[in-house]
């Protein structure tokens, strides 16, 4: 921090340290409030925080926390530490609280990298505060369309975020024909994509025409939902070149295998996440870490040891061994079915749907998700477990794609379904919403007896 805090600053300062400080006395999460509290005394608190902090933000529809989690790890097995808001709370009082919980009573931070998840719509926001030096945008999917708008809305405000700052070194995914184009007049750009032809069926809605003179795009390969290589029939529009490529993806039992390609060397990693989407999740954050001067073997082993995020396939002990899932909007969710639809052992599903402030209130996107998908383990699914406020409109969803037949169960509560969980002894796959994960969390480490963690 260049400059001292103006009085209003310190009392935002004062106030959100001591909440913080009462909410963690409590056991109680301290992600977002006191950051809530300082923002509305002075939002100018964030600037003056992170002033001369070398700040990477990360934004995206799917992925960010994730993203962000190893890149951390790669940092950790360096011994720095970062300045993150790790549980995913990316609104503007989640990531004042990553800062001011590192702050003394002066606003000084010992720590001077930041490595921010921010949501996209928060952006411009809060990149007049945060000043990152450095933006990565993993992808661009439709998302609670009651909260977020169109696509292009966010698209633009991402845009103008981006534009403003000065010298920022933007990392995007070339396969998207939507963040592509935030390169556009950012000569620091840099691209990441993929050279892998998915089975599975593309959704290409959200990018069909050219975001420069609209005319229809042409999809040479899709790797999954709307990425892949591409070429505008009009003004020849296509993907920007990549300075790194996932050129391999394999699927292991407990992870993944993938080979990428940077300039012209290629190495090979494991990763301990499935699925083609955190392929593409560990291309980006392999050519961050790279341009920022770490090895092919500090990512390679770094990745090789770095546990899953919070909620975002995290295994817990509970019956057979449960693995956690979030999902929240219809790409999302079809990728982790295409998951599951390869599993060749019995396993419970549990499928949780809310639709509270942050899941979105319109749940409408469900029937936009490939749930024909788990056609595919009608065999492997032992039974179907609902919950959360919405459960009946998804097993309304489940008869539509044709999987009445499998035995299904809804329980009114995240208690009673933990409950009815822990006398199984079949793995189960819990696949919910943002708050529904949020809810059952908990539980699940209060069942192993350990104590929740807010870090």
Not at 45 to 57: H, P
Not at 429 to 449: D, H, K, N
Request: with cysteine.
């Amino acid at each position: 921090m260049s400059r001292r805090l103006t009085l209003r600053e310190q009392l935002a300062l004062l106030t959100g340290k001591l909440s913080y400080r009462l909410l963690r006395l409590l056991g109680r999460e301290a992600g977002s409030l006191p950051g809530l509290l300082a923002w509305r005394i002075a939002p100018s608190l964030l600037a003056a925080l992170s002033d001369g902090v070398d700040t990477l933000a990360v934004c995206g529809t799917n992925g960010k926390t994730t993203t962000c989690k190893l890149i951390a790890d790669c940092y950790a097995a360096r011994g720095i530490t970062l300045i993150r808001n790790g549980t995913g709370a990316n609104l503007p009082a989640g990531i004042l609280t990553a800062f001011l919980r590192r702050a003394d009573l002066r606003g000084h931070i010992m720590e001077r990298t930041a490595v921010i998840e921010c949501d996209e719509a928060a952006a411009l926001k809060v990149f007049p505060y945060l000043r990152p030096r450095s933006v990565l945008v993993n992808n661009l999917f439709r998302d609670q369309l009651d909260r977020y708008g169109e696509l292009n809305t966010t698209l633009r405000n991402l845009k103008d975020a981006i534009a403003a700052l000065d010298n920022c070194q933007p990392f995007l995914n070339a396969d998207d024909a939507l963040v592509s184009t935030l390169g556009q007049g950012q000569p620091k750009a840099l691209y990441f994509g993929s050279e892998i032809q998915s089975d599975a069926k593309g959704v290409t809605d959200d990018a069909q025409f050219c975001p420069f003179c609209g005319k229809k795009l042409h999809y040479e390969r899709i790797s999954y939902a709307h990425l892949g290589k591409y070429v505008c029939s009009g003004c020849g529009y296509r993907n920007p070149e990549a300075a790194l490529t996932l050129r391999k993806f394999e699927s292991e039992t407990d992870g993944s295998r993938l080979t990428l390609a940077h300039g012209e060397r290629a190495f090979s990693l494991s990763l301990k996440l499935q699925g083609l989407y955190n392929g593409s999740n560990a291309a980006a954050v392999a050519l961050v870490l790279l341009q920022r001067g770490f090895t092919e073997d500090e990512i390679r082993t770094s990745f090789a040891a770095a546990a899953p995020a919070f909620g975002r396939q995290e295994h817990f002990s509970l019956c057979g061994g449960l693995e956690l899932i979030l999902a929240k909007n219809p790409v999302g969710l079809s990728q982790v079915f295409s998951i599951l639809a390869e599993k060749k052992e019995e396993f419970v599903l549990v499928l949780c749907l809310n639709d509270k402030d942050a899941d979105g209130r319109d749940i409408s996107w469900i029937w936009d998700a490939d749930f024909e998908l788990l056609q595919q383990c009608r065999n492997t699914v032992g039974a179907i477990f609902l919950g959360g406020t919405r459960a009946e409109e998804l097993a309304l969803r489940l008869k539509y794609a044709e999987l009445s037949a499998v035995k299904t169960e809804l329980f009114s509560s995240p208690q009673a379904l933990v409950q009815r969980l822990s006398g199984l002894e079949l793995p189960v796959s819990a696949v919910c919403t943002y708050t529904a994960m949020r809810e059952l969390r908990p539980l699940l480490i209060r069942s192993e007896g350990r104590k929740q963690s807010w870090n």
